[in-house]
């Protein structure tokens, strides 16, 4: 279980450092920010996985894995995860604002959840999904209590992006952890070969189509690239503890578990932003991260943080 946690933990942590890359000259104000962010973010995390995969004397099982059927799958989750589901995440909140989007992407456990039980025939308990779905009301009465009047951009587009945004990373998940399955293809030399997938999907095909690479030249030597670096070093590591999650306690409970980001970019915002968090949003907090261990906690009776902490 600890993987799970470090992954929201991790993943909290990069999304409030990208939000600082985000209110940064070339990004702030500018209508290219959301896809040329994801862009420079999915290619960090490329060439830092590149560089860890090659210390490690591993680049040869990643090329092995790749000629795999379970290889070529993870490509294809790649899609669904990256270009599709993150870049669905970033439209939404620059057309219907981050409250909005995170009520509707929130549902991407549920998404997965169902279709690990279709495919991989994963099953949890009654009381787990009514803690999933505990935690699935915390993110929401969250993204409510952030929500304005106002509707930045394209109502039909922000919707039509934030339902692909989980479908996407609904999706993802459930093909991960069919991959998986293969020996050939552990959760290292999975996530460089989505990792490396989404950053040429991006470079090649989003990132002309939306017009953003010349942009994302530009934005590669300011000190907001830097940050967002950081960010992407976060998410390398998120990413690793997310893939070593779904691997080991299957693709519902990683996923159950990865949604606490949500709690957890409120406190590392509070500790990098100094962003103090109302009653409301505290409350929602506590909901989100109890709800999400017990979402993966099969036994309750013998959960207690000594287990937590062991993975069990």
């Not at 620059?94 to 009520?103: E, L, M, S, W």
């Not at 922000?158 to 990373?169: E, Q, S, Y």
């Not at 409120?266 to 709800?291: D, E, K, N, R, T």
Request: proline share 4%; glycine share 12%; net charge positive.
């Amino acid at each position: 279980m600890k993987y799970g946690i470090m992954s929201g933990a991790l993943w909290g942590l990069d999304t409030v450092i990208l939000s600082i890359a985000l209110v940064m000259i070339p990004f702030l104000g500018s209508s290219e920010a959301a896809l040329s962010s994801a862009l420079l973010h999915d290619l960090a995390c490329a060439l830092i996985l590149l560089v860890y995969m090659g210390v490690r004397g591993r680049l040869r099982d990643t090329i092995a894995a790749v000629k795999t059927h379970s290889g070529k799958a993870v490509m294809g989750a790649a899609v669904l995860g990256g270009p599709i589901g993150m870049s669905g995440y970033l439209i939404a909140i620059n057309n219907i604002g981050p409250g909005y989007t995170a009520i509707i992407s929130t549902f991407y456990p549920a998404v997965g959840t169902l279709l690990a039980f279709l495919f991989l025939k994963e099953r949890m308990h009654p009381r787990q999904i009514i803690a999933l779905l505990g935690a699935l009301g915390g993110v929401i009465l969250m993204g409510w209590s952030s929500m304005t009047a106002e509707i930045p951009g394209n109502a039909a587009i922000g919707i039509g992006a934030a339902l692909l945004c989980v479908i996407g990373w609904g999706s993802e998940a459930v093909i991960l952890a069919w991959g998986m399955r293969n020996e050939a293809v552990d959760n290292e030399t999975a996530l460089q070969i989505r990792e490396t997938t989404s950053a040429l999907v991006y470079l090649l095909v989003v990132g002309p189509i939306f017009g953003v690479v010349g942009f994302s030249l530009k934005a590669m030597p300011t000190p907001a690239a830097g940050i967002l670096l950081i960010a992407a070093i976060a998410g390398t590591a998120s990413y690793l503890y997310y893939y070593k999650a779904i691997d080991t306690i299957g693709a519902s409970r990683g996923m159950a578990l990865n949604i606490s980001y949500a709690a957890w970019a409120v406190i590392f915002g509070l500790i990098l932003l100094q962003a103090v968090p109302s009653p409301l949003v505290i409350f929602c907090c506590v909901v989100i991260l109890v709800g999400t261990v017990l979402a993966a906690s099969p036994n309750w009776s013998e959960l207690n943080f000594k287990k937590i902490t062991a993975g069990k």
